[in-house]
């Protein structure tokens, strides 16, 4: 499902952020990629939603070459994925309901479809009673419970995850770590770039670890 | 189909919706695109109007024929006459010399002058309208008159007619360039307006691409911005200009009693109306176009920081 092959990615201005990189993760997998901060996590998930684009090699998600993808087809690509951010990103001007309704709307789902879909990713995160609140008056947990209803509102085949519980008291990141089993179980594939320890332990998936910028054995 | 109209619904009621929470900008937005659009607007009304009754003043022009002074009454009805059997003639009125002198008596303020003159120094005149109005037709006529005996002076009376027509010329030049200068900075505004639109709305743009906006997405609703905004300063220049008219139109009505004639301002038509709402819109939406495709590519998400 992803694959990637002699991935090196070199910033102007020289830093190597990954170097020779390659792995495969199969449909249905939960994978964590772990290592230290600036090891290379982040970039490699830039590098799956065409955020940023391979020095070398190639990423290949659903036997699509990401790093040869035409800048019109980026946010087709981006649609297949969820993601879920370490600072939520969640537009501040509008309820919760509408944050959720974001990805239907940008698909053009129809209102009474999109409705229906958006209180059962809100229902799955426990936020259901909050859609006409706005994402300020939320907890932090909360704010990352949001930013993960809108990931899976539109039924992403792949869940991906930078640092989903780098914020979060240990409380609130088991809670979350809950969520992405759960919808593991459910055949997403789900990646989480993370190097909170106690999630990995308590999900105990598979590992990919990046060592400055390259796999560890 | 049906999604995209809805897509298209829902960015334009976000659109109003937009508008709705800076009431007092918007308006002022409007109030100044209004303003500027009214002025070329207004000023080829008022040329446009003119022009059609200097069309119809110098659609028919006036040959003045005066009779020399000592011409006998014999003379006078022989040219008469001649007038009459004139294929090139359409009618003609005769003003005999007393009645002249009375006219300028009465009109010119100049009774007392008139009343000391020891004798009448005005001549016999016919007032002749030619069947072809063209300026050769004409000056041919004139020349044919000139010829005929006791006739002292011919004269063409539209001169002044297609003067001012050449005139009215120049000012809709004069209308045509001012609206293109204020069209172009409708563009500017516009354009400024959207700018400072997407930078305030950076982060959310920067969100939305991540999670799959295509930038026609993103577009939509700046352009409908645009489009709305040149709209709605369409719609206060109307009623700017209408407002104008209407209020020459009342005052023209007093002064054109005391003249008797009846000089009245024509209202803007449908077209013109339509045009007037169509066009500003139109380059509202292009100003917003252009600021959106120069600012959009300058928020990539990942490229900052």
Redesign the interface.
Same mark, same amino acid.
């Given at each position: 499902m992803i694959s990637f092959s002699h991935v090196s990615k070199r910033y102007p201005g020289g830093h190597q952020a990954l170097k020779d990189v390659g792995f495969t993760i199969e449909a249905g997998e939960l994978v964590f990629i772990t290592g230290h901060s600036g090891a290379g996590k982040t970039t490699l998930l830039?590098l799956l939603?065409a955020?940023?684009r391979p020095t070398s090699g190639s990423v290949i998600v659903n036997g699509q070459n990401i790093s040869a993808l035409k800048p019109?087809a980026v946010?087709?690509?981006?649609?297949r994925f969820g993601?879920i951010f370490q600072d939520h990103?969640?537009?501040f001007?509008r309820s919760v309901f509408d944050n959720v309704a974001?990805?239907l709307?940008?698909?053009?789902?129809?209102?009474k479809d999109a409705a229906r879909r958006v209180r059962a990713a809100l229902d799955k995160v426990g936020l259901l009673a909050y859609e006409k609140a706005l994402p300020i008056t939320l907890s932090g947990g909360e704010q990352q419970r949001l930013c993960i209803a809108?990931a899976i509102v539109h039924r992403p085949a792949i869940l991906l995850a930078d640092e989903p519980t780098g914020n979060l008291d240990a409380e609130y990141a088991a809670e979350i770590g809950e969520l992405f089993r759960s919808f593991n179980q459910v055949g997403v594939t789900v990646v989480i770039a993370t190097h909170d320890q106690t999630l990995l332990a308590r999900l105990a998936p598979r590992v990919v670890t990046l060592k400055h910028g390259e796999l560890a054995a | 189909m049906?999604?995209?109209l809805?897509?298209h619904g829902?960015s334009f009621a976000a659109t109003l919706a937009k508008l709705g929470r800076t009431p007092l900008g918007a308006a002022l937005n409007f109030l100044v695109i209004g303003i500027a659009l009214s002025l070329p607007v207004g000023l080829y009304v008022v040329i446009d109007n003119l022009q059609a009754s200097s069309h119809q003043l110098a659609a028919e022009p006036q040959v003045s024929a005066f009779m020399a002074l000592d011409a006998s009454r014999a003379e006078v009805a022989q040219i008469e006459t001649r007038l009459k059997q004139n294929p090139r003639v359409q009618r003609f009125r005769f003003v005999p010399r007393d009645e002249a002198l009375q006219e300028l008596r009465q009109s010119s303020g100049l009774a007392d002058v008139v009343d000391s003159l020891p004798h009448n120094p005005l001549p016999d005149a016919f007032i002749v309208n030619a069947r072809d109005s063209t300026p050769q037709a004409l000056e041919a006529l004139r020349e044919e008159i000139m010829q005929w005996p006791r006739v002292a002076h011919v004269q063409l009376d539209a001169a002044w007619a297609r003067r001012l027509d050449a005139a009215l010329r120049f000012g809709r030049l004069v209308a045509a360039i001012l609206g293109a200068l204020l069209a172009l900075a409708l563009v500017a505004v516009t354009f400024n307006t959207i700018r400072l639109q997407v930078l305030t709305q950076r982060?959310?743009i920067?969100?939305?691409?991540?999670? %799959?906006?295509?930038?026609a997405?993103i577009r939509r609703p700046f352009l409908y911005f645009g489009a709305l905004q040149g709209c709605a300063g369409g719609v206060v220049a109307w009623l700017i200009v209408s407002g104008g008219i209407w209020l020459i139109n009342r005052n023209l009505g007093e002064l054109s009693h005391v003249y008797e004639s009846l000089f009245q301002l024509k209202q803007l038509t449908l077209g013109d109306s339509l045009g007037l709402l169509i066009f500003p819109a139109a380059l509202g939406w292009f100003g917003a176009w252009l600021s959106v495709g120069r600012h959009l590519a300058l928020i990539e998400? %990942?490229v900052d920081k």
């Open positions: 830039k939603v955020i940023e019109r946010p087709f690509l981006r649609r993601l990103k969640l537009l001007d974001l990805p709307q940008i698909a053009g789902y129809g209102m809108r | 049906t999604a995209w809805a897509q829902r982060d959310e920067e969100v939305i691409k991540l999670i %799959g906006a295509t930038d997405f998400p %990942g």
